[in-house]
């Protein structure tokens, strides 16, 4: 560089340290690094908006600066030399941990940060192969998170980046992606508590949780009053910082007056719905203990309590009525030879995977989040008709008698008709019900 180019930068950099961050104390140097001084010389030219929401950010308050975060670990395969630094581009939660410990660790045990190992699931055999490559990568992978290999140089490969998939596998070893939550360069905690946040991925057909907290009391009240949450409060407490409505930081993961902020957003989750039968998780006491402290803030425990018996009638009755069949139906279909061991190579299969990983997945979620046209209509009704009207008959098709066992149990009489008095009754009922 000339000697005009170094002093250009240098008043530049200056600049730079008068406009960002806190105004330090006159005769005091400023607070950002050399190093964070010579990145901001040249992105506030080169990626202006980067800085911009970095310059509005706590990190910039605190002083945290470009190479706080892209300091590169002696060992990170990913890093490079730029411009006389040896940085890494991806900031992954080992760098985050240098000074959010406690956060990086209760991440780090959580499911988010287990994403990616859906690489093995039938999700992936329908991206990777039934969709095809690119289909995966541009949609699954950018939820999940990529496994990402750099090339000797310590380039990223295009292939796996972008990527802040919240269970992505990182060059260094570690797993999941803070900016995934909340954001690259503002990292704020206000966007991370914010429900539409969670919705990037937890929304469609198979895991609808933005539609269900939308439709819910919840969301009506999150809409109505959010000028009221106070979402950029240190700290964010239920009932003390704000009381107009829960989002889904709220109830998974913010603070309480009696719990801390975690960052494990299954610690407060009794049940798993993921699966196709629903169980109840290790220590699921205590974790139901903590969501009820949740609640607790808002509904009297009379309310609380009433909710999780209906809950668990519905998980009950989803998994006796529907899922424990059809599961051993599909059991018995393989055993027999009838349909074979490739996924997604005969109908059923196709009908067998949207009844437990779409249809039934909406109903259990819509109870468990308040949510009744998912229950019942986006849910039980879909789950209903495809069992009774697809399932049901190409599992006979295929292996005759194969559903008699299933059809005699209690849950299924009525496909036999109803009794002239149950008949008579419901026609009574719509007679009082819709009479003039």
Same mark, same amino acid.
């Given at each position: 560089m000339t000697r005009i180019s170094v002093l250009c930068l240098c008043a530049l950099s200056l600049m730079i340290f008068a406009s960002f961050g806190q105004t330090p104390k006159s005769g005091e140097p400023p607070k950002f690094s050399a190093e964070g001084g010579k990145c901001l010389a040249c992105h506030s030219v080169s990626t202006r908006g980067l800085v911009?929401?970095?310059?509005? %950010?706590? /990190? $910039? !308050?605190? @002083?945290?600066?470009?190479? =706080?975060?892209?300091?590169?670990?002696?060992d990170d395969p990913a890093a490079f030399n730029h411009n006389g630094l040896r940085?890494?581009?991806?900031?992954?939660?080992?760098?985050?941990?240098?000074c959010h410990k406690a956060e990086a660790a209760e991440?780090?045990? %959580?499911? /988010? $940060? !287990?994403? @990616?190992?859906?690489?093995? =699931?039938?999700?992936n055999v329908l991206g990777e192969i039934v969709e095809g490559g690119p289909a995966a990568m541009n949609g699954c992978r950018q939820c999940h998170g990529s496994e990402i290999r750099p090339g000797p140089d310590g380039k990223l490969p295009y292939d796996a980046w972008p990527n802040s998939g919240i269970g992505r596998v990182n060059?260094?070893? =570690?797993?999941?992606?803070?900016?995934?939550?909340?954001?690259?360069?503002?990292?704020?905690?206000a966007v991370a508590r914010q429900p539409e946040n969670c919705g990037k991925c937890h929304m469609g057909p198979d895991h609808p949780q933005a539609e269900i907290y939308s439709e819910s009391k919840h969301g009506i009240q999150f809409r109505a009053n959010i000028a009221k949450m106070n979402l950029d409060s240190k700290p964010w407490v239920v009932g003390k910082d704000y009381s107009a409505a829960p989002t889904c930081a709220t109830c998974h993961m913010s603070a309480t007056a009696n719990r801390q902020v975690t960052h494990d957003v299954g610690d407060r989750i009794s049940f798993t719905l993921r699966p196709p039968i629903s169980t109840k998780l290790e220590n699921w006491e205590r974790?139901?203990?903590?969501?009820?402290?949740?609640?607790?803030?808002?509904?009297a425990a009379g309310w609380v309590?009433?909710?999780?018996?209906?809950?668990?009638?519905?998980?009950?009755?989803?998994?006796?009525?529907?899922?424990?069949p059809s599961r051993a139906i599909m059991v018995k279909l393989y055993a027999a030879g009838k349909i074979t061991q490739s996924p997604f190579n005969e109908k059923i299969e196709w009908i067998y995977y949207e009844l437990w990983h779409h249809e039934r997945r909406r109903a259990r979620m819509g109870t468990a989040m308040m949510g009744p046209d998912y229950t019942q209509w986006h849910g039980f009704y879909e789950v209903a008709k495809h069992f009774y009207t697809e399932?049901?008959?190409?599992?006979?098709?295929?292996?005759?008698?194969?559903?008699?066992?299933?059809?005699?149990?209690?849950?299924?009489?009525?496909?036999?008709?109803?009794?002239?008095?149950?008949?008579?009754?419901?026609?009574?009922?719509?007679?009082?019900?819709?009479?003039?």
């Open positions: 911009a929401q970095w310059s509005e %950010s706590a /990190h $910039s !308050r605190s @002083a945290v600066d470009c190479y =706080s975060c892209h300091r590169a670990a002696e940085i890494a581009v991806i900031v992954t939660p080992a760098y985050c941990a240098r991440f780090e045990k %959580s499911h /988010h $940060s !287990r994403a @990616a190992q859906f690489i093995g =699931s039938l999700d060059p260094d070893g =570690s797993r999941g992606s803070c900016a995934a939550c909340h954001g690259r360069h503002g990292f704020s905690s974790r139901r203990s903590e969501m009820k402290d949740v609640c607790s803030n808002c509904h309590q009433n909710f999780y018996r209906q809950y668990e009638d519905t998980i009950e009755l989803y998994n006796e009525k529907f899922a424990k399932l049901a008959p190409e599992a006979e098709r295929l292996l005759p008698g194969v559903t008699a066992e299933f059809m005699r149990s209690d849950y299924h009489k009525w496909v036999q008709g109803l009794t002239r008095e149950q008949i008579e009754q419901q026609i009574e009922f719509y007679r009082n019900r819709y009479k003039q």
